[in-house]
């Protein structure tokens, strides 16, 4: 295809009349056609001996596409980059020139126009080149050179090319790139500041530029480069956010490599003042001359809320930035270095202290935070204790206040944490508390102890620093000295009032909670709801923090507790029963998983609100690790920013939502669920942590357009055959519905009950046994017998082949039927060598039931083959059901009604509210649609079958 292409062009080329139209298409000149077709020439020649040189040099297929997927891209670079010393050099020498008049539209440069032409051939040879050898390679390399493609041709249209000479510096960071990648080795953190620094500074300078020479198209695209500069500033840091940490192994990896929150925040930062400086200058010079027009109202109305617009939009992507780094790396980066997160333990355990009866039988794992909540614990005499943490300056925490019980008086040790009285710390710390304590929590109070009594231990950490930044409000407002005295001011009541009225607002959430320790996890929780939340932070501030008890809000209102309001572990009658129980506290450094492991009789675990933080894999972890050492008939309680249990992996412990009232109020709900008491009940757990393969389809972008062809012909069909909607897509299935059909690994992962080891699984509408690959190591530990039924032979006979290739060959049958007919009589099952109906342990059916047009009969046929106590999962899109016939959703519906798919909410409808199902999880989300701006609904449910 490339030799077929570079004779083309090179024949092309010495065609004068064929130049000639061509350039007359284009509203170009024939000269320009020419250039252009001689630099796809030059490009793909070079292209062709890189790629041979390659061949040579490097043994290894990867190696081999690397370099040729970069060669092209480094060549552009370098030829940019001569360019613009050429260009710099010859228009310095001309003292006729005014560099800056480029701007102006009028004077354009020959050399600059040759430039652009070669970088419209660049891009046109690297997206042909890519799409045909490296197409993995491109990523954004399309978009990126289709933005470019259509700015430099207007470029050209408009006489402006010298403008893109003058830009083309920016490709400098570019050839080191390419040298990097090409060599295959890892590129130097500074590189990546200094690129994005670059750039950023570059588009900065070309914008205000630009604006300040009235070319107005220039300068809203240039603006267009700088914010996606910006927003690709946030990904970079986000991807060397998860380079450092991993959450499976709990512990930084390749640190050394990637810059502290500290440096990524400053560098945005400065990036964001240098951009207020420049855009304030350039405000100021056009109002100057909008002045001498006052009279043209519209003008000045103009450019004020332009400026104003663009100006507001652009701080924002940047504080966006610097929020994001703050809120990925908050967590993390308090973890490795030995700094507090709470100082306080932000959860009631009066709740499960009082719905428990926690007693002298008692063994309790739970999370240490800044243990107040495992010394309220304490007081009642449990037999032990596991306070478990990640963060060593939390466990340094409770570790100083346990030596402090054993040592101190109670008025000092009162004084100590009540007060932040650094006397008291320097009184006892070397003396009496300091040996008593671990190595880590030496090394942790040696450095930070006295800073953070002597600035306020109250104030300490990321939820203190948020009540710091809010104590001249709370005193101006009056709000402190209602709290103390427990009457409200007239001026204290409006100001709270307003304050509640501003934090109403979901979006100011998102950038205020990290500042108190919430994480991004926790807020989406509620958001398809955060009007619940709002309704809730109304009352906690008008009275539930206004409680004679509620130390938490008097403690960061106040700036200290008082003996009459304060955690239970800081009053004098308390006392006496920590000193008596205070060896009976173990501190460990871990997961709660690891944790675990120091008993195996656990009558109560309770893990605070970290299940909002992990995803799926990561509670399944935990559990894990957790679930086998808890005794018979034991507890795990936690609660939840969430108003119903979400994960479903924590559904399957069949959780009871205890309505206790907390003091905190930020927690909408609190769960505990109790283990089986007999032991063959409660199952291996280990099940959870069983992997599926790594495979991931994945389809070229021509791939996805023929899918996207046949779904089109479906549409068009008056008649849908799904059969043959089907068969036209055969292996470019996986592929293209990978991004599809999101969730399916949840589903098959989470969602099934594989803690019980199912015998049986039959499932519906099984496609190319995509569903097979999440749970492999499941099937194969479980020795499940598992049967796929569908539709269509082309696509079972793919299933088939991956059957044979997970080796599952003796466990996996594929059949071809209708899920409405398959088991309408026992002898029509048996026939097709399936189960009767009423023996599956488990029924799934994944992105099926919507096309299936007699719906309600394959969804009570389903149910029916599901045995009494077994599990009915689905997976499928659907219509919001808290708001079905909005504007979204109907679009939506009529979208996929084209390729056959029938969005209705009345599928999730029948499943809750059948009377043959017990919902154990129900969960809905959006995802995009792949290729289009649509965000399709989908639902996962899961229900026990009801025994008779």
Not at 521 to 540: C, G, H, K, T
Not at 573 to 587: D, G
Request: glycine share 6%; with cysteine; charged share 20%.
């Amino acid at each position: 295809l490339l030799l077929l292409l570079l004779l083309l062009v090179v024949v092309t080329c010495f065609d004068p009349t064929t130049l000639a139209n061509m350039g007359e298409w284009m509203h170009t000149e024939t000269g320009d056609v020419s250039t252009f077709l001689k630099d796809v020439v030059g490009i793909t020649v070079f292209y062709v001996i890189s790629a041979l040189l390659a061949h040579v040099i490097y043994p290894d297929k990867d190696s081999r596409t690397r370099v040729r997927a970069w060669a092209i891209t480094t060549l552009s670079s370098i030829v940019s980059v001569g360019f613009w010393i050429y260009l710099v050099i010859n228009t310095l020498d001309n003292k006729e020139r005014n560099f800056l008049g480029i701007f102006r539209g009028v004077d354009d440069h020959n050399t600059s126009r040759h430039l652009v032409i070669f970088f419209i051939a660049y891009c046109f040879c690297d997206s042909i080149i890519g799409y045909l050898h490296y197409d993995q390679e491109m990523t954004i390399g399309y978009s990126h050179h289709t933005f470019y493609a259509i700015l430099l041709m207007y470029l050209l249209w408009s006489d402006q090319t010298v403008l893109f000479g003058m830009c083309a510096l920016e490709e400098l960071p570019t050839i080191i790139l390419c040298v990097y990648r090409i060599l295959n080795k890892e590129l130097p953190m500074l590189y990546g500041l200094t690129f994005f620094g670059f750039r950023v500074f570059f588009h900065l300078y070309v914008s205000f530029v630009a604006i300040n020479h009235t070319n107005s198209i220039v300068f809203f695209v240039s603006m267009l480069i700088l914010i996606q500069h910006i927003r690709l500033i946030g990904q970079w840091f986000s991807s060397q956010c998860r380079k450092v940490y991993n959450p499976k192994t709990h512990v930084e990896e390749d640190v050394e490599q990637s810059y502290s929150i500290k440096t990524k925040v400053n560098f945005v930062a400065a990036l964001l003042g240098l951009y207020f400086i420049l855009h304030s200058i350039l405000l100021y010079k056009q109002l100057l001359v909008v002045h001498a027009r006052i009279d043209e109202l519209t003008v000045f109305l103009v450019v004020i809320f332009g400026h104003i617009g663009i100006f507001a939009y652009v701080m924002v992507e940047l504080a966006k930035t610097v929020q994001g780094v703050y809120e990925e790396h908050f967590i993390m980066t308090a973890i490795k270095k030995m700094t507090i997160i709470y100082n306080i333990s932000w959860e009631d355990p009066r709740v499960e202290r009082e719905y428990l009866k926690i007693g002298p039988k008692d063994k309790i794992l739970t999370i240490s935070s800044a243990g107040c909540n495992v010394l309220d614990y304490l007081i009642e005499g449990p037999a032990h204790i596991v306070a478990a943490d990640l963060n060593c300056a939390q466990l340094a925490c409770l570790d100083l206040k346990i030596a402090g019980i054993k040592t101190m008086d109670y008025e000092d040790f009162f004084a100590l944490w009540g007060e932040s009285d650094l006397s008291v710390f320097k009184k006892y710390y070397k003396s009496k508390l300091r040996p008593l304590i671990t190595e880590a929590s030496q090394e942790f109070w040696d450095t930070q102890g006295e800073d953070l009594f002597r600035d306020n231990f109250m104030f300490a950490g990321t939820s203190g620093l948020a009540a710091w930044m809010l104590q001249i409000p709370l005193k101006l407002s009056g709000m402190q000295s209602r709290m103390l005295t427990g009457e409200q001011g007239f001026l204290s009541s409006i100001i709270l009032k307003m304050v509640v009225a501003v934090f109403k607002w979901p979006t100011l959430w998102q950038w205020v909670a990290p500042l108190g320790g919430v994480p991004k996890a926790q807020l989406d929780l509620i958001s398809r709801e955060p009007e619940v939340f709002s309704e809730r932070l109304a009352e906690v501030a008008n009275t539930r923090m206004w409680k004679s008890d509620n130390y938490f809000y008097y403690g960061y209102i106040v700036g200290k507790f008082s003996k009459q309001c304060c955690p239970r572990y800081l009053e004098e009658e308390h006392f006496p029963s920590l000193r008596k129980h205070a060896n009976n506290v173990t501190i460990f450094h871990g997961p709660l998983a690891e944790a675990a492991k120091l008993h195996n009789d656990y009558t109560f675990a309770s893990l605070l609100d970290s299940m909002d933080w992990m995803p799926n894999s990561m509670i399944a972890e935990q559990l894990s690790g957790l679930i086998p050492n808890m005794a018979p008939g034991g507890h795990i309680f936690w609660r939840s920013f969430g108003t119903k249990v979400h994960s479903p992996v924590l559904a399957q412990l069949n959780p009871v939502l205890i309505e206790t009232y907390d003091r905190v109020g930020w927690y909408l709900t609190q769960y505990m669920a109790q283990i089986p008491k007999k032991q063959e009940l409660i199952g291996d757990y280990s099940m959870l942590v069983e992997k599926g393969t790594d495979f991931k389809a994945e389809n070229t972008f021509l791939d996805d357009v023929f899918v996207m062809g046949a779904m089109a012909m479906h549409g068009l069909r008056s008649k849908k055959d799904v059969r043959e909607f089907y068969k036209s897509q055969g292996p470019r299935y996986d592929g293209f519905r990978e991004s599809l059909l999101p969730d399916r690994d949840t589903l098959l992962a989470y969602c099934l009950p594989w803690s019980s080891k199912p015998k049986t699984w039959l499932s519906v509408g099984c496609g190319t046994a995509r569903d097979l690959e999440y749970v492999v190591g499941h099937v194969k530990a479980a020795n499940t017998s598992v049967t796929l039924l569908d539709l269509s032979p082309e696509l079972l006979e793919i299933a088939q082949e991956r059957v044979e290739r997970l080796g599952l060959s003796d466990q996996v049958k594929v059949v071809e039927a209708d899920i409405c007919t398959a088991f309408k009589t026992p002898e029509s099952a048996k026939k097709l060598g399936l189960q009767p109906a009423g023996s599956y342990d488990i029924v799934t059916c994944s992105y099926c039931l919507t096309m299936i047009p007699p719906w309600e009969a394959a969804l009570d046929e389903m149910i029916r083959i599901v045995r009494p106590g077994g599990t009915l999962a689905l997976l499928d899109f659907t219509q919001r059901s808290d708001r079905p016939d909005h504007w979204t959703q109907r679009l939506n519906t009529a979208w996929f009604a084209n390729d056959g798919v029938y969005f209705n909410h009345k599928h999730t409808e029948n499943l809750r509210n059948s009377k043959h199902l017990r919902t154990v999880w129900f969960n809905e989300a959006e995802a995009k649609v792949p290729y289009t701006p649509l965000q399709a609904t989908h639902y996962m449910y899961v229900g026990e079958k009801m025994k008779k």
